[in-house]
């Protein structure tokens, strides 16, 4: 018999765990990076070629939500991987990026995450649920909109404030992508906003850093994809910093989808948030 209860109200958080217990033995059983390189010979509907860790990670993720659905809860999944999936109901939606930063993953580089968010829309303003697990520090960050956010069962504080160096410049700011044709276009602004520089290699993971004050502020070099910040832009307001996504007039409008179409800002207050949203190029 099919449930009424809304998809809104299932154990997410639970789900994502367990998600996350499969993938990290995915991620044992492949240590090196010769094994975590190997490709499927596929792209996924973000465009990138598709290792075969992502797809596995993406199979254990959608295990999750068929055992989900088959409590009687209905719901539309988009993953990097395969793109939109249908479990009965489109105004629910499920956005899943089953590793965010596999170039770190397959090297074997740290900072690499597991990014889940369920919305009632399709907007980023619109995510009532961010999930965010970082497999190198194994760092869980999530937050359900209106309650707050937590990482590793620590509420966050939503009055952190930011840190600036001597000059007013911000203590450390966040960038992604490294690729050096985007840092060369921003490089004033760059100059001009940040006194030191982090490139963590995750968009998922360097927005959780903004909502723990441990960057002062995170600027996407170009645009991003729905699936790499919906779970963490939550992640973010629900710590009690702000979130611009400038492409659009709402800065909040960008869609959850798989397709780049705006740069992601994040910063402790308001007013950072608008000189940050400076710097793309």
Known sequence: MTSTRSALDADWLGACRRAVSGLTEILTQAP???QRAKETGSRG???DR?????????SVVLSELEAIRGEGFMFTALSEERGEIDFGDASVRVIIDPIDG???????????ALSIAVANGNTMADVVFGFVHDFGPAEEWWARLGEGAWCNGRRLDPELPERRAHDGRLEVLGIESADPRWVARSIERLESSAYRLRALGTIAS????VAAARFDGMVSLRRARGVDSAAGQLIVREAGGHVSFPAYEDRLAA??????TSPVIAARSLHTLRELERIPG
């Open 50 to 58: 598709t290792l075969v860790i992502d797809a596995s990670a993406e």
């Open 206 to 209: 360097s927005l959780c850093q």
């Open 102 to 112: 596999s170039l770190n993953a397959k090297r074997g580089l740290p900072h690499h």
């Open 45 to 47: 509907s973000g465009g």
């Open 32 to 34: 090196t990076t010769e």
């Open 255 to 260: 869609p959850l989808d798989a397709a780049p």
